[in-house]
């Protein structure tokens, strides 16, 4: 779960980038997170990931409160979470099978174990034929697929997707938000930031606008842009 | 790490390395000159017999004091008419009526303190004068202090320039490797577990930097030796002992090196790394 109570970040002094907002996702959500750039989104995530702090409020995610969470006890938190990036963040020299493994290793998981997992979410996202196949070696939608399980390999509680169809085209944006979609069905909080209107409409769902630092919509939208009047 | 950092690390310690085999020469070529400074006490001309080993005992009883060796007037005429070389036959009538005194050849511990040695000895109730160098011992102690602070100095300054030069190379190094380390801390690694294998990696280079230091330190350090002792004879020249054969000290010299070698290669390499930690 995901609660954020009068949240304010400031990076400068007086300038807050975040200014005291209130967003609560619970359990096995799927939410999107559209605004303009510079709106606040990214920071809004960095936020979630404690990788910045909060200057004001609380932050609650997967049950560790981020305002007093200690530097050592970060890594323990972050592996609660998995994380897609726009621009993938894989290691290109390793395969695909080494760059979602390397996520088990961080945790010292059994090697038996790594190899059972990293095969299960590669076939989650249908990649088996390319397991040896480098990330320079795949398409765009590929290799965010692999971002994709490699954010899956350590059965994170919550997924967060920012700007994941950013470098892909718009089919296969449907089809990562598609894959995002029945992940979440199997019961991972999703909290997907973008900033593609069409694809919130086309899959719907809670939405949440952020503009200037503050939400200005907070609903579930079904098909309807009406929460694109409110942005300015 | 690659072979860059390597050979930056590698020619880092042999500036370091071979400084200090420069320093440690020339503190034995100044200790060797300081050890051939006697002094020179010579006696009344009414101390004799037995006068002559009490006055030897009291010398030694003095704290500076390394050797003391009786020279008996007798042979110090021999000595001079020996160095008269065809002109024997003019010193031959001084046999029937030497001139010279009996004498203590000295040589002293510390030589910084010879002017209170030669103060003690003048005390004595047998001596009737002291020949001392003590301006040569004067100017040679100022000469081992100034080439230690400089020693010092320089080789202070070189391992600073080789830590940045290190700490440099190594952030280079692992700035290409900052996505890596970026992705490790988004899913949960802990610092330590990003920075063993940079650590082990910089010891690696270092034990490696080490052993390449060590292999050209001998063969440079043996062959300039060899072209120093074999061809001009310079130390004969000078009047001094040897340099310091390598043989002695090679065991030292290549620990020393293997041993600064992996931890500034180790310490560098994590403390390069701490920069991209925290995200």
């Not at chain 2, 830590?163 to 280079?172: D, E, L, V």
Request: aromatic share 8%; glycine share 6%; with cysteine.
């Amino acid at each position: 779960m995901v609660e954020l109570k009068n949240v304010s970040v400031a990076y400068n002094k007086g300038q807050n980038v975040i200014k005291g907002i209130d967003i609560k996702i619970e359990d096995g959500d799927f939410t999107f997170i559209v605004g303009a750039s510079g709106a606040g989104k990214s920071t809004l995530i960095k936020l979630l990931l404690k990788e910045v702090d909060a200057s004001d409020g609380s932050v609650m995610v997967n049950g560790y409160n981020l305002r007093t969470l200690k530097r050592n006890r970060i890594p323990k938190f972050r592996r609660t979470i998995g994380v897609v990036f726009q621009d993938f963040r894989l290691i290109p020299t390793m395969t695909v099978y080494e760059n979602i493994a390397f996520v088990l290793r961080v945790i010292n998981a059994p090697r038996s174990y790594i190899k059972k997992r990293v095969s299960y979410v590669i076939g989650l996202v249908g990649l088996q034929n390319k397991t040896k196949s480098y990330p320079t070696e795949l398409s765009g939608g590929e290799q965010q697929r692999v971002a994709l399980a490699r954010a899956l390999v350590n059965d994170p509680k919550l997924l967060i997707a920012d700007e994941p169809t950013g470098n892909v085209d718009p089919e296969l944006s449907h089809e990562i938000v598609g894959l995002l979609k029945a992940i979440n069905q199997c019961g991972t909080t999703v909290v997907m930031v973008t900033h593609e209107h069409e694809l919130v409409k086309h899959f719907g769902g809670r939405l949440i606008n952020i503009n200037q630092g503050t939400v200005i919509y907070d609903d579930i939208i079904d098909g309807d842009d009406s929460y694109m009047e409110e942005d300015v | 790490m690659g072979i860059a950092t390597t050979c930056v690390l590698t020619v880092s310690l042999l500036l370091v390395g071979v400084f200090s085999l420069f320093a440690m020469n020339v503190e034995i070529l100044l200790t060797s000159i300081e050890s051939k400074n006697e002094i020179v006490l010579f006696l009344k001309d009414d101390v004799v017999g037995d006068d002559i080993i009490s006055a030897e005992q009291a010398i030694k009883n003095l704290k500076n004091i390394a050797v003391v060796e009786y020279y008996p007037r007798e042979q110090a005429l021999e000595d001079y008419i020996k160095q008269m070389e065809g002109y024997e036959s003019v010193f031959e009538e001084l046999r029937d009526d030497n001139p010279l005194p009996n004498a203590f050849n000295i040589q002293i511990k510390d030589t910084s303190l010879i002017t209170e040695t030669v103060d003690q000895m003048v005390s004595f109730e047998f001596t009737d004068s002291v020949k001392a160098p003590t301006d040569f011992a004067t100017i040679l102690n100022k000469l081992k202090n100034v080439v230690s602070v400089i020693s010092i100095v320089l080789l202070v300054a070189l391992v600073a320039v080789s830590i940045i030069m290190i700490s440099n190379s190594t952030k280079a190094s692992v700035y290409t490797r900052r996505r890596e380390i970026n992705i490790m801390k988004y899913v949960g690694a802990t610092n330590s577990f990003i920075r063993t294998p940079f650590f082990f990696e910089g010891l690696f280079t270092g034990l490696v930097s080490g052993v390449g230091a060590s292999v050209i330190t001998y063969f440079g350090y043996t062959a300039l030796m060899d072209i120093i002792t074999n061809d001009i004879s310079f130390w004969e020249i000078i009047g001094v002992v040897e340099p310091l054969p390598f043989d002695n000290i090679k065991y030292i010299v290549f620990a020393v090196y293997l041993c600064i070698g992996s931890v500034i290669g180790a310490i560098g390499s994590v403390v390069s790394t701490s920069k991209h930690l925290k995200v």
